[in-house]
């Protein structure tokens, strides 16, 4: 038996994913790269935004997308909404959309990126975050989550602090505790790729003092290092933990907003299922089947991902041993003899046998 929490893993292709592409990704690619996933067992993905189709043209087939979504059992497909207008379709079209059970209220920690993002300021958010709260107090909410934006740091502001994350939680906290609703859920979003494993791992033993909860990760990688904080989350969380991590098949994502484009990334939903399933962590995905989806989208793209498991494939198994009469290997294209068969280094040299 190991000691790791239960992790639940959210795909966010078609949402974080596909928002930092060019516009060309068309309403039929995306539903079948959501085959593809359903196929290879996701359970959860966020398949598109309710948002302003001038600032987010890839978001702008999301209620067709959505029209057409086939209710599958044990499969929840979100939408993310930022605004009244928004909330108000996705509940419209619940189901076959899934919506998240619980209130929640939300801190940006930068002013240069909230303005860049919402166009609103930290002023602004502060006119406004209790919404949340004044509308559950009416309704008698006993549950809520609470969560920070860009806490770790900012391409313009910097880094920010342990004890300041830890701050802008605890007023949310304390706001929820004033109406009586326990804290169930803290989420954090790392849109600037500022994590590291050693803040995550302060930010998780203050959470888990004092919050015990469900913590759902949204961390990019501009900087290569969200695999290995989502590993320390995994290590240090417990059997009666839940980690919520959020990934995008390939590694693909980001906000344009942020600075760093396609560059930015997530962590590679084939990339973490491998580790989860080399750590004895079921996920329920097939690792096969989440790398021929990232192709597809690899494909649609037409460009290489950001997928060291797409590349390689994961651990072979005992039936799955290379070839001992394999050639030399030279490029990425080689490289996928385990999923393309040998044909893809047919000719190549084996400097090793005698002539």
Not at 223 to 241: F, I, M, Q, T, V
Request: aromatic share 8%; hydrophobic share 40%; charged share 20%.
């Amino acid at each position: 038996m190991h000691n790791y929490p239960q992790v639940l893993i959210t795909d966010e292709t078609l949402r974080d994913g596909l928002q930092i592409e060019r516009e060309g990704v068309s309403l039929e690619q995306k539903i079948s790269l959501l085959n593809a996933m359903v196929d290879a067992g996701v359970k959860r993905m966020v398949v598109g935004a309710f948002v302003n189709p001038k600032w987010s043209p890839q978001m702008a087939d999301t209620l067709d997308l959505v029209k057409r979504l086939v209710p599958q059992a044990g499969v929840d497909f979100f939408a993310l909404a930022l605004n009244e207008r928004g909330r108000e379709d996705r509940l419209k079209h619940s189901p076959p959309l899934s919506i998240e059970p619980l209130a929640a209220t939300h801190l940006h920690m930068c002013d240069v990126f909230i303005r860049r993002n919402t166009n609103k300021s930290l002023e602004d958010q502060e006119l406004f975050w209790r919404l949340p709260v004044e509308r559950a107090a009416k309704k008698g909410v006993q549950e809520s989550a609470v969560g920070l934006s860009a806490g770790f740091g900012s391409n313009w502001s910097g880094k920010f602090t342990h004890e300041a994350r830890m701050h802008e939680l605890q007023r949310q906290v304390d706001a929820w505790s004033a109406i009586g609703a326990k804290v169930t859920r803290i989420d954090v979003a790392d849109p600037m790729a500022w994590n590291t494993p050693v803040e995550v791992a302060k930010d998780i033993a203050f959470i888990k003092q004092h919050w015990p909860s469900i913590n759902i990760f949204h961390l990019h990688n501009a900087r290569g290092l969200a695999l290995l904080s989502l590993y320390e989350a995994l290590k240090l969380l417990e059997p009666s933990d839940t980690l919520i991590a959020d990934t995008a098949l390939g590694g693909i994502g980001g906000c344009p907003y942020c600075g760093n484009g396609q560059a930015t990334g997530m962590v590679a939903t084939e990339d973490l299922c491998h580790l989860l399933k080399n750590l004895g962590i079921d996920t329920g995905m097939d690792l096969n089947k989440l790398i021929d989806a990232s192709a597809l989208l690899s494909s649609i793209l037409g460009r290489s991902l950001h997928s060291q498991v797409a590349f390689n494939g994961g651990l072979p198994s005992k039936d799955q041993l290379y070839d001992i009469d394999m050639p030399v290997v030279y490029t990425f294209q080689e490289a996928q003899h385990f999923r393309l068969g040998a044909s893809v280094y047919e000719g190549n040299a084996r400097p090793w046998l005698k002539s």
